[in-house]
C-alpha cells in the first residue's frame, strides 16, 4: 500500500518552455503533498508543502512564479516549472502523506529534468 | 547546529555483516521517527515509522529509539549488496513538520 506515482520520470525540453510534473497517491487520500528538489550525492531539499484545496506554502528562496503547484484533489499535485532554463535542471521528488496525524511521506520515483 | 544530524559516510562493510546507521537529534519534540532507503536515481522508500523510545522489527531490519539520548538507530541484520543505498532518517515535529538527516551512503561488498 500506500503507492506515490510521479509522470513523466525523465524529461529534457528547450529553455523556455515550461514542464509540468504530476504527482499521484494511488492508494490513499493526500491531505499533504510535498516537493522537493535533488541535487547529485545531496540531500532532499524541501522546495514547498501543499494542501488540498488551498495555496501551497513556498520554502524560503523557491521562486513561487517559477515553481507553481496545483493540489486540486486529494489524489493528485502538480509542479510546473516555467519558462525553464539549464539551471532548473535538478531531481525534482514528491511525496504524499495519508489523512491523520503525524502520517509518514510516501516519495515517488521522481522526474530527472534536463534544460537544453 | 542542525535539528537532525546524520553522518554523511560513506559506510563500507562486507557482505552478512551487521550494519548500524544513526541519527541525533536536538529537539526533544520530536515524536515520530522513519528511516527511509534511496537508491541512485529513484525517490526514497519507507522503511521502518515508529513512535517513542523502543525497538520495532521488520525482517533483517530493526529500528531502535532511545528519547533520552535523542538518539535513534537502524540495524539491519545479514547485509546484502542489494542493501548498498543511501539511508535518511526523517522525525516529525508538529502536523506537516518533516526534519531529514542528510543520509548515509551504504555500500555492501560481496
Known amino acids: 500500500g500506500a503507492v506515490v506515482s510521479q509522470h513523466p520520470s525523465w524529461v529534457i525540453c528547450k529553455s523556455g518552455t515550461s514542464v509540468k510534473i504530476e504527482c499521484r497517491s494511488l492508494d490513499f487520500q493526500a491531505t499533504t503533498m510535498f516537493w522537493y528538489r535533488q541535487f547529485p550525492k545531496q540531500s532532499l531539499m524541501l522546495m514547498a508543502t501543499?494542501?488540498?484545496?488551498?495555496?501551497?506554502?513556498?520554502e524560503q528562496g523557491v521562486e513561487k512564479d517559477k515553481f507553481l503547484i496545483n493540489h486540486a484533489s486529494l489524489t493528485l499535485s502538480t509542479l510546473t516549472v516555467t519558462s525553464a532554463h539549464p539551471e532548473d535542471s535538478s531531481f525534482y521528488i514528491c511525496?504524499?502523506?495519508?489523512?491523520?496525524?503525524?502520517?509518514?511521506?510516501?516519495f515517488g520515483d521522481g522526474t530527472r529534468l534536463s534544460i537544453l | 547546529q542542525k535539528e537532525v544530524e546524520q553522518d554523511p559516510g560513506p559506510l563500507s562493510v562486507p557482505e552478512g555483516a551487521i550494519v548500524s546507521l544513526n541519527c541525533t537529534y536536538s529537539?526533544?519534540?520530536?515524536?515520530?521517527f522513519m528511516w527511509y532507503r534511496q537508491y541512485s536515481r529513484k525517490g526514497p522508500e519507507l522503511l521502518m515509522y515508529t513512535y517513542s523510545s523502543g525497538n520495532k522489527e521488520d525482517g533483517r531490519f530493526t529500528a531502535q529509539v532511545d528519547k533520552s539520548s535523542k538518539y535513534i538507530s537502524l540495524f539491519i541484520r545479514d547485509s546484502q549488496p542489494s542493501d548498498s543505498a543511501t539511508y535518511l532518517c526523517a522525525m516529525i515535529y508538529s502536523i506537516n513538520k518533516f526534519y531529514f538527516g542528510s543520509g548515509t551512503k551504504l555500500n555492501v561488498k560481496p
Open positions: 529537539n526533544s519534540a520530536f515524536q515520530y
Open positions: 501543499s494542501n488540498e484545496g488551498s495555496k501551497a506554502t513556498y
Open positions: 511525496s504524499a502523506s495519508p489523512r491523520g496525524p503525524s502520517q509518514p511521506q510516501h
